[in-house]
């Protein structure tokens, strides 16, 4: 079946950095662009960033541009996001989501998620 | 960057009853728009895109509906299982996704 798992979560201080994956199966991954999203504690969904199925082209969230960098390796069906610069407000569970349109040039819409990665950013 | 800015925020209702959300853009987004539920302590799930479109296995109770700014998802009959947090999002900006603030359904 179609699935997605997060890792890489944990708590790390303001200004330090963190690497999380997103392993995926069941589908066809270098045929699919992938995102990021985050719901920090209480709060509502906020789209992090997207990445094509290629791997050649990123959007961003203004939120975390110039901060974090998505990423992708095809060969291992694995989605990364390199989240440096920590502030507390990025404190979030982190999901990796799955775009529903194959080879779509840009971000459009998630039709399978993971279960998500807790960040905590905190002194 | 377009918002999306969606009401009522909460909603009490009762098993049986007919609920709409609306969901309101800052400028025309043609009907790329989509609808996600969120149960408790869940990842959300997609339930409508293009504005109108059911997606693969979400009841036919579920139905969205509007163009250009005005948008709304419907439950013609509300289930247990319903009661959950619904979000719009947007993406007709093709590069900037965006959600809205979210209408969680609760009991009465």
């Known amino acids: 079946q179609v699935e997605l798992v997060e890792s890489g979560g944990g708590v790390v201080q303001p200004g330090g950095s963190l690497r999380l994956s997103c392993a995926a199966s069941?589908?066809?991954?270098?045929?699919?662009?992938m995102h990021w999203v985050r719901q920090a504690p209480g709060k509502g969904l906020e789209w992090v960033a997207f990445?094509?199925?290629?791997?050649?082209?990123?959007n961003k969230g203004d939120s975390v541009r110039g901060r974090f960098t998505i990423s992708r390796d095809n060969s291992k069906n694995t989605l990364y996001l390199q989240m440096n610069s920590l502030r507390p407000e990025d404190t979030a569970v982190y999901y990796c989501?799955?775009?529903?349109?194959?080879?779509?040039?840009?971000?459009?819409?998630?039709?399978?998620w993971g279960k998500g990665t807790t960040v905590s950013v905190s002194s | 960057a377009i918002q999306l800015t969606q009401s009522p925020s909460s909603l009490s209702a009762s098993v049986g009853d007919r609920v709409t959300i609306t969901c309101r853009a800052s400028?025309?987004?043609?009907?790329?728009l989509a609808w996600y539920q969120q149960l408790p302590g869940q990842a959300p799930k997609l339930l409508i895109y293009?504005?109108?479109s059911l997606e693969s296995g979400v009841p036919s109770r579920f139905s969205g509906s509007g163009s250009g700014t005005d948008f709304t998802l419907s439950i013609s009959s509300l289930q247990p299982e319903d009661f959950a947090t619904y979000y719009c999002?947007?993406?007709?900006?093709?590069?900037?996704?965006?959600f809205g603030g979210g209408t969680r359904v609760e009991i009465k």
């Open positions: 989501a799955k775009d529903r349109v194959g080879y779509s040039n840009g971000p459009l819409n998630m039709d399978v």
């Open positions: 069941g589908f066809p991954f270098s045929s699919y662009g």
């Open positions: 990445i094509r199925y290629d791997g050649h082209n990123q």
């Open positions: 400028q025309g987004i043609y009907s790329a």
């Open positions: 293009d504005a109108s």
């Open positions: 999002q947007q993406f007709s900006s093709y590069e900037l996704l965006t």
